[in-house]
């Protein structure tokens, strides 16, 4: 059992449409990090969310972190193919990092 | 800066053979990290470094042993490889451990076990 579940797995949409991804966990944690990565690289920081009930706005990626502090979501509005990549939720329960299992988006122009 | 650079980009190896990832980062970072990464799975931690001379094993560890001699380099070493350890390798480093750290990757090491 994975520590952070994300869902859904793949997503494959047209460009303009709007998406939501989730990240959720039964574990309490004091932030949540999203990462993006692109095929043939390492992952890159987008945002920390540290606040229960935050949200943070990334031009056109919204972010929220649960009021409980177990689940995150990513939305973003009308998708472009340069959001075309892996998305990751990561938490740090003690001194490790954990990556959920990722969101593979496609936008189709 | 070069950030974190990995060493080498793909690797193939034959079951039982022995190799060294090489990891390095130019940013002074006290937390270094090696992620393996396979389809579905996303990143999963195998070994972690919180400072030269300190290391402990993540969620993965097995076949796998890691060194800290200096604050710049921590390299992973395969012991016999197996299939089972085809995969993308990542490493990581970041300032600390804290959770609102962030994590600089390097670009991976494709490695096939045949």
């Known amino acids: 059992t994975q520590l952070l579940e994300q869902s859904p797995q793949f997503l494959s949409i047209q460009e303009g449409e709007n998406l939501t991804v989730y990240c959720n966990s039964s574990?309490?944690?004091?932030?949540l990090q999203w990462y993006r990565q692109e095929p043939g690289e390492g992952p890159v920081l987008l945002v920390t969310?540290?606040?229960?009930?935050e949200v943070k706005k990334l031009k056109r990626l919204t972010f929220q972190f649960g009021d409980a502090r177990k689940d995150s979501s990513l939305h973003i509005t009308a998708a472009q193919p340069g959001d075309t990549g892996l998305y990751l939720c990561?938490?740090?329960?003690?001194?490790?990092?954990?990556f959920g299992t990722g969101t593979s988006l496609t936008v189709i122009p | 800066n070069a950030g974190v650079t990995q060493t080498p980009k793909f690797q193939v190896l034959k079951t039982g053979q022995s190799m060294t990832l090489q990891c390095a980062q130019d940013m002074n970072h006290e937390y270094m990290s090696w992620y393996r990464q396979d389809p579905g799975m996303g990143l999963r931690l195998i070994h972690y470094s919180v400072g030269a001379g300190i290391t402990d094993q993540g969620e993965v560890p097995n076949g796998y042993n890691v060194s800290r001699s200096t604050t710049e380099d921590f390299p992973l070493r395969l012991l016999s490889a197996a299939p089972s350890q085809t995969s993308v390798y990542f490493c990581a480093s970041g300032e600390d451990s804290l959770s609102t750290d962030t994590q600089y990757f390097g670009p991976g090491t494709r490695l096939t076990v045949l």
């Open positions: 990561a938490g740090v329960p003690g001194n490790q990092f954990y």
């Open positions: 969310v540290v606040t229960g009930g």
């Open positions: 574990s309490v944690f004091s932030s």
